[in-house]
């Protein structure tokens, strides 16, 4: 469980107040937090090691800023222990996990039909948390966890995609079917199809942003 500083922080970084590459001063943060010095470089060094920030010689702590390629590479890991853990996770799944897993997701589709976006990603995060905890490696889900936060700026591009966003919520559903069914193969391909789209997205967005300085970065 992280400290309410952390949170907050990982909530601002994720949601743009602090964006891609820019500096967060140590003595700001304590101003506008409230927080003691201690407490900012405790969080300073858990968004670390979450992949949120980095601390940079002569500049101190920035926001990651991702380039395409990276988001790419990052999105490879992800597809690769993802469906690592659901080849490896026994079907069908308990079924009170099933339940749970399915009390989220319609909480977290209520979230966006609400367009609560911080509620759409503590919930997201709630549910593959407890999804991975189904595949039997402990080790395993962590990594996983680790890999899907430092990806949670790039999927809240599309946050405010009500297209997309549908799509999310009907792929939790899939991958509650699949959990409680029999087909290892099932679960793979609905594992697998929730990944791409945000890094996709994520190379329109930094396209857009930077133009041709992008292919040079």
């Known amino acids: 469980m992280s400290d309410p500083l952390t949170q907050e922080l990982e909530n601002d970084v994720i949601f743009g107040v602090y964006p891609p590459g820019a500096r967060i001063i140590e003595d700001r943060v304590m101003e506008i937090y409230g927080a003691k010095r201690h407490a900012v470089r405790n969080a300073f060094a858990e968004l670390e090691t979450r992949g949120l ?10 926001v990651v800023d991702f380039t395409p390629d990276e988001v790419d590479a990052l999105y490879d890991v992800r597809i690769i222990l993802e469906t690592a853990a659901a ?22 589709e209520k979230a966006v039909k609400e367009h609560d976006f911080r509620a759409v990603f503590w919930l997201n995060q709630e549910f593959h948390v407890v999804q ?35 799509q999310i919520v009907s792929q939790h ?11 290892q193969d099932a679960l793979v391909a609905a594992v697998r199809a929730h990944l791409p789209a945000s890094a996709e997205a994520y190379r329109t967005l930094y396209n857009r942003r930077f133009g041709a300085r992008a292919r040079t970065k």
């Open 53 to 62: 920030l980095v601390r940079r010689p002569n500049r101190g702590v920035e």
């Open 87 to 108: 080849a490896r996770t026994k079907l069908p799944c308990d079924p009170e996990i099933a339940s749970r897993l399915c009390d989220i997701a319609r909480r977290h």
């Open 173 to 183: 559903f899939d991958i509650i079917s699949a959990l409680r069914g029999t087909s």
């Open 132 to 166: 991975y905890s189904c595949c039997g490696n402990p080790r395993l889900a962590e990594l996983i966890g680790k890999h899907a936060r430092a990806a949670q700026p790039i999927r809240v591009v599309k946050y405010e995609d009500e297209t997309h966003m549908k």
